[in-house]
């Protein structure tokens, strides 16, 4: 066997696998660094395929024995695996192979993370346990023995044999290997059950390491609401006796859909008020809802190919954006998803890593876990809704789980349900699947005493391997104010299809004031002539909670923009209208604290960029903190009144309304901050009893150039816990002064409890660093360096995480030339690095460019 090459994947080249799986029977004899794994499988001829290659993956794996039909087989190391002659009959093939989960960093694969077993296979890590067609549209049913010491080990499925040292599953669904799970280790449940609507009962467990039995009654809420929601929602039940859920400190992103055994990254499960913030609250609610998701938009109805990743991906971040907009505030949970997309997803759509929803190639699928695959790819799903409608969407996708409940499908498949569940063709409506890049809908207006006109446009950018665009299908919700606020038409959705196109409005006696691209109806950047004046009066007055915080949005970003490039004074009537809003208490107390934001920095560096001005990270930053300083001068009056009427006086608890009490309050306290030295802030620090208030208080002081004894204070008391210490270990980045952020990094990691191997850790530490604009950016290119030497050094031990990091030198053509070339040598010097990983290279290849 020998490693893969770095080569390139076309998904035009798909081809169906040569047999088919009729079971599959696997026994683990688990040892940390010696455990065999056998595996049984019962191999038939494909009829729908042509080519009858015997091939299987395999990585890592050291072979013992390989039979066919119980007799031992010679086989060939092919690049990525092993090749065999195989009959043209069905037969049964066995391998008996050792891995050492000990030594698996990389966290791929089953390894071991605290002295306990779990796997991640998704995408392609169940060549890393045993010989096999890894991919999805091989699907097949597994039985599991496990043999080993651990008091509890764990499968997929159902538990049919549970002994002393022996434990036996069986997986009754057909599945893909990416889906398969094994957990081992001393384990304690919380249990739980719910009743689907049919009347079975479901048995549930939340599975952690002793002593974080009291941070699972959250979470397990958290799946009961999402299993009740799926049913309500889409017609989904649960199918099958048993779900469980186990937290795991190792981790290298946010939590697995294995089939019944979901596998977490202790931070998006475990929660208590003591330790997590209501972010984290939130967040854990997000991702149980996800994961649980899955089951029917993952794992019922899979994928055929990578490429399709974001038919499952995308559909079901669709599907936990309309859970968390259901179960807390829609407009709040709109806009915090657009600030997320902006954040992430558009720098990444308009840089070297831009790509379409669906990929058209890749080395090494984990990279294309992106931003654009799943938060993009929900748009994409929220502007189909949107253009069909509610109920022919919810009759498409019960067209879609009748139709390819078990299958393996694609892009195509899901497309075409809609197209014979509305009689809508959506051939145009396709190239949001394949065409890269962020569209631009530029608008004018017309009026002519009674006619009002938009004239939309739409551009895209050329973009890596698509220099050419064509017009895409965008639905633009509009309404329209008359002068004195009212609304005169409704919220009415308009067919952007052409390159430019008019829609006219009739009956309208006085001017209407539009409002465009409501509640964010596509993923697009508008482009609209207008003024403060303008601006200031949707501010006020726009009955869509969205436009009406973009408003204040697109005024906080012009006055930025003007002290970056002018130096001019903050814009007085965004203040004013801002301060309105503050005032209005009839305004959701969350929604008021999301207006308090502002655009962040690295956004800021982005439209600079686009404007054809070089960003000057120093300049961005003093420009930041000067509003943030006139925010805190225009509202000294108001700020101490909203501070103390949002107050939460009742037992602390993580709904949405406590949160947005807090979230406002403790918004007030960061601009209180600035001017009283962290005074209130260090009382609040002291009677804090949960993580939000308290770790706000701290952050306050930080930023108020106080805070050191409360920031050692904090470490005593939550040195046992890592979740806590990863914020403990950010905060100190993030809340550093831009020329600091390096040697401030550069000291935690050598704190003895900074631990590369954990990426949760690492994470907290170089996601910060990265994070920091104007830190991260130092024109003495320290901070560059430093997350170069970190990537180099992780990326032998977990290429994964040390790929997903790059991410951070991904906008570095908008900057100067100087610091273009400081970059340019820490890509430079990574891609030297002997032994790169295949993940690492494609990752600084493409965002190198040439
Ligand atoms: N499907 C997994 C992600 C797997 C990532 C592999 N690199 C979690 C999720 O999206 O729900
Ligand atoms: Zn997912």
Redesign the pocket.
């Given at each position: 066997m020998r490693d893969a090459a770095p080569t390139t994947i076309y998904l035009s080249n798909y081809t169906p696998f040569g047999y088919v799986i009729d079971g599959v029977e696997l026994t683990f004899r688990l040892a940390p660094s010696t455990t065999r794994v056998h595996s049984r499988i019962r191999f038939r001829p494909n009829p729908d395929a042509t080519d009858r290659r015997f091939f299987l993956h395999g990585e890592n794996l050291t072979r013992i024995a390989t039979r066919i039909d119980g007799v031992d087989v010679d086989v060939r190391d092919v690049d990525g695996g092993i090749e065999a002659d195989a009959p043209d009959a069905p037969f049964i093939w066995e391998a008996e192979v050792e891995i050492d989960p000990q030594a698996n960093t990389a966290l791929e694969g089953l390894y071991m993370s605290n002295g306990m077993y779990c796997t991640?296979c998704?995408?392609e890590g169940f060549r890393k346990i045993t010989y096999y067609p890894d991919r999805p549209d091989v699907m097949a049913t597994f039985d599991v023995t496990i043999e080993g010491p651990e008091k509890v080990m764990l499968s997929n499925g159902n538990p049919v044999d549970q002994r002393e040292g022996f434990a036996k599953w069986q997986d009754p669904w057909p599945k893909p290997a990416y889906l398969f799970a094994l957990v081992a280790g001393d384990l304690v449940n919380h249990p739980g059950t719910f009743t689907t609507r049919s009347g079975r009962k479901v048995d549930l467990n939340i599975w952690v390491r002793p002593g974080d039995e009291d941070k699972c009654a959250f979470g397990m809420q958290a799946l009961k609401d999402s299993m009740k929601w799926d049913e309500d929602v889409y017609g989904r039940e649960y199918d099958l006796d048993l779900f469980n859920i186990v937290a795991v400190d190792d981790f290298?992103?946010?939590?697995?859909?294995n089939k019944g055994l979901n596998i977490f990254n202790s931070s998006c499960v475990l929660a208590s008020p003591e330790t997590s913030t209501d972010a984290n609250f939130e967040r854990i609610e997000a991702?149980i809802a996800?994961?649980y998701f899955?089951n029917w938009t993952?794992n019922r109805i899979t994928c055929r190919d990578w490429f399709q990743l974001c038919l499952?991906?995308g559909l079901?971040v669709y599907r936990d954006q309309q859970f968390t907009a259901d179960m807390r505030s829609a407009p709040v949970a709109r806009i915090s998803t657009v600030l997320a997309l902006r954040g992430r997803q558009f720098p990444e759509d308009q840089g070297p890593l831009s790509h379409p929803v669906r990929p058209e190639s890749f080395q090494e699928?984990?990279n294309f876990?992106t931003a654009t695959v799943?938060e993009k790819g929900a748009e994409v799903i929220g502007m189909l809704k949107t253009l069909v409608g509610d109920a022919a969407y919810a009759k498409a996708l019960d067209l879609y789980f009748e139709r390819h409940d078990g299958d393996a499908a694609t892009i195509e498949d899901w497309l075409q349900v809609f197209e014979d569940a509305t009689g809508r063709d959506l051939t145009q409506f396709k190239r949001w699947y394949s065409q890269s890049g962020t569209p631009r809908v530029t608008v004018r207006e017309d009026y002519d005493g009674d006619r009002f006109t938009l004239h939309l446009s739409q551009t895209t950018a050329p973009t890596p391997g698509q220099d050419e665009k064509l017009p895409q299908v965008i639905p633009v919700a509009v309404g329209l104010l008359n002068p004195n606020g009212d609304e005169v038409m409704e919220t009415r959705i308009l067919e952007l299809t052409e390159a430019e196109q008019s829609f006219t409005f009739e009956g309208h006696a006085t001017r209407p004031i539009p409002s465009i691209l409501r509640n964010f109806s596509a993923p697009v950047i508008l482009e609209q002539d207008i003024d403060n004046s303008r601006r200031a009066f949707l501010l006020a007055h726009d009955t869509d909670p969205f436009n009406r915080w973009e408003a204040g949005r697109m005024l906080a970003r012009d006055s930025l923009m003007a002290t970056i490039t002018t130096g001019a004074a903050p814009d007085a009537a965004y203040l004013e209208g801002l301060g309105a809003v503050l005032r209005d208490n009839s305004l959701d107390p969350a929604y008021r604290a999301l207006m308090l934001g502002q655009p962040t920095q690295s956004e800021l560096a982005g439209l600079l960029h686009e404007a054809g001005i070089t960003p000057d990270p120093d300049a961005i930053h003093s420009a930041s903190e000067a509003l943030r300083d006139a925010k805190a001068a225009a509202f000294a009056d108001l700020l101490p009144a909203l501070y103390a009427d949002h107050q939460v006086e009742v037992p602390y608890a993580p709904d949405a309304e406590g949160a947005g009490n807090r979230a406002l309050a403790n918004a007030a306290l960061a601009l209180i901050s600035r001017t009283d030295g962290g005074a209130l802030a260090a009382a609040q620090y002291d009677k804090a009893d949960n993580m939000t208030l308290q770790l706000a208080a701290l952050s306050c002081l930080l930023d108020a150039g106080a805070g050191q004894d409360q920031l050692a204070a904090f470490e005593a008391q939550w040195t046992h816990d890592r979740l806590v210490m990863d914020k403990w270990f950010s905060l100190q980045i993030i809340q550093a002064k831009p020329e600091d952020v390096a040697a401030t990094t550069t000291r935690l990691t050598e704190h003895p409890d900074f631990d590369m191997k954990n990426p949760n850790r690492f994470r907290a530490v170089m996601g910060a660093l990265s994070m920091h604009h104007a830190g991260f950016h130092h024109a003495d290119g320290a901070a560059y360096r430093l997350l170069a030497d970190w990537l180099i050094k992780l990326d032998s031990l977990n290429p994964?995480t040390t790929a997903r990091m790059c991410n951070a030198f991904q906008t570095w053509k908008r900057y100067d030339p100087d610091r273009q070339a400081l970059i340019a040598a820490q890509l430079d010097r990574i891609a030297a690095k002997p032994d790169l990983s295949r993940d690492t290279h494609e990752m600084i290849t493409r965002i190198r460019g040439t």
């Open positions: 991640q998704e995408a290298n992103m946010g939590a697995m859909e991702i996800h994961e899955h993952g499952k991906e079901t699928i984990n876990y799943y994964q």
